[in-house]
Structures are given as structure tokens and as C-alpha cells.
């Protein structure tokens, strides 16, 4: 009974690239959010949906979209892929305006090659 | 901007010893403060987290302390383990306003347990 999942774990592509990470919590969370980890571990948020409203958007290139159907899942697609786009992506999801914490998948490696 | 400096970068600690992590912060309207531990290929995983209306939380073997006026908080680890081995992620956000659902993160501490 996994509470934050995603798919893929790995994805290797070549520049250039259309990808999707996908990303579901069990919680009965009604926020969530995606994270870049870059190769040294900085975590920075990039984008939060709260009851699929996007309520936070970092300065993300546009080449990032992200969609959520419901508030149980939040999707990360990525146009063009580029080098730098290598990283660790992870989902978190929490409840707005709580003092719970957020919540964190096991991430996505993404190369792009 | 980094909103919350997290030091040291690496800390090696002998099993036994207390490992220490520090963190300031520059916004005054942060009021939650968080400590995330992440094992390799993992997702970070709340550790133990204050709020500033105390200036001590402890849990087992860790301890966060909190200054308040000094903008800073502590993670202490007393019998420090192999199994401790991990990164550590210090974290603030501001609970109150409309951004309360965004978490700044120090940059990580890597810490090593040496039997």
C-alpha cells in the first residue's frame, strides 16, 4: 500500500525527446507537488496543484507541463528534452494549509543522453 | 537566494558519537521547521519537525534545538548509527500565509556513521 508512487523509477532518453512521469498518492491528499534533485542533492520545487489548481510555478522553463486530472494524481511532461534536464524528479503530496508534511515518492532518475 | 543555509556539507561521526547539523534561516514568517532523512535512491522521509513556540523536540535519539532569535535550528543524533548513514535535509515554510504549502530546503548534509 504505497502511499506516493511513480512511474517510471528510471528513463533514459536522447535529447530532444518528449517524456511523462506519472505520479498517484492514496493519501486523500489534496495537494501535490513536483521537485528536481540535481546531482548535488538540492531539492527545489518546481510546480504545486492543489485540488488540480496549479498554485505554485517556480521558474521552470516552459518545456515543462504539468497536468493533474484529480488531486489523487499530479503527471510531469517534458517537451524537448536537454542535458540539463538530467536529475531526480520527486512527487510529494500533503494537505493544504496543515501541519502534516509533505510526502515524497521515490523518484524518478531521468538521463538524457 | 538561498533562504536556508544547511552546514556542514559531509560530517563522517564514529557509531556511538552525536552527529550535529545546523541550519539558519532569513525569513521571519517561517514557523515550521522540518528535518527530512534520505537513503540512497530513495524519497526524503520526515524525520522530526518544531514549530518555534518551543525551543527543543526530541524523538528517540534526535533532537531538534531551535533559536529563535538567532534564526537557526539544530539536528542532534546522539548514538549516532551505521543504519543513520543517510542525507539530511533541513526545511522551513511559513504555515501562516498563502504560501504555506512550500517548503524551502537547506542543500543537504551527508552523513556517514563509521562503525
Known amino acids: 500500500d504505497t502511499a506516493v508512487s511513480q512511474t517510471p523509477k528510471y528513463l533514459v532518453t536522447q535529447m530532444g525527446n518528449d517524456k511523462s512521469i506519472k505520479c498517484e498518492q492514496n493519501l486523500g491528499h489534496d495537494t501535490m507537488y513536483w521537485y528536481k534533485q540535481d546531482s548535488k542533492k538540492f531539492l527545489k520545487i518546481m510546480f504545486s496543484?492543489?485540488?488540480?489548481?496549479?498554485?505554485i510555478n517556480e521558474t521552470v522553463p516552459n518545456r515543462f507541463s504539468p497536468k493533474s486530472p484529480d488531486k489523487a494524481h499530479l503527471n510531469l511532461h517534458i517537451n524537448s528534452l536537454e542535458l540539463g534536464d538530467s536529475a531526480v524528479y520527486f512527487c510529494?503530496?500533503?494537505?493544504?494549509?496543515?501541519?502534516?508534511?509533505?510526502?515524497f515518492g521515490p523518484g524518478t532518475r531521468l538521463t538524457v543522453l | 537566494q538561498q533562504q536556508v543555509k544547511q552546514s556542514p556539507q559531509s560530517l563522517i561521526v564514529q557509531k556511538g558519537g552525536i552527529s550535529i547539523i545546523n541550519c539558519a534561516y532569513e525569513?521571519?514568517?517561517?514557523?515550521?521547521f522540518p528535518w527530512y532523512q534520505q537513503f540512497p535512491g530513495k524519497g526524503p522521509a520526515l524525520l522530526i519537525a518544531i514549530r518555534p513556540d518551543v525551543s527543543e523536540k526530541k524523538e528517540g535519539r534526535f533532537t531538534i534545538s531551535f533559536n529563535k532569535s538567532a534564526k537557526q535550528f539544530s539536528l542532534h543524533i546522539m548514538d549516532s548509527q551505521p543504519g543513520d548513514s543517510a542525507t539530511y535535509f533541513c526545511a522551513a515554510s511559513d504555515m501562516s500565509g498563502a504560501g504555506s504549502y512550500q517548503l524551502t530546503f537547506g542543500k543537504g548534509t551527508k552523513l556517514s556513521v563509521i562503525p
Open positions: 525569513n521571519t514568517a517561517f514557523d515550521y
Open positions: 510529494a503530496s500533503s494537505l493544504f494549509l496543515s501541519t502534516d508534511t509533505q510526502y
Open positions: 496543484y492543489n485540488n488540480k489548481e496549479l498554485i
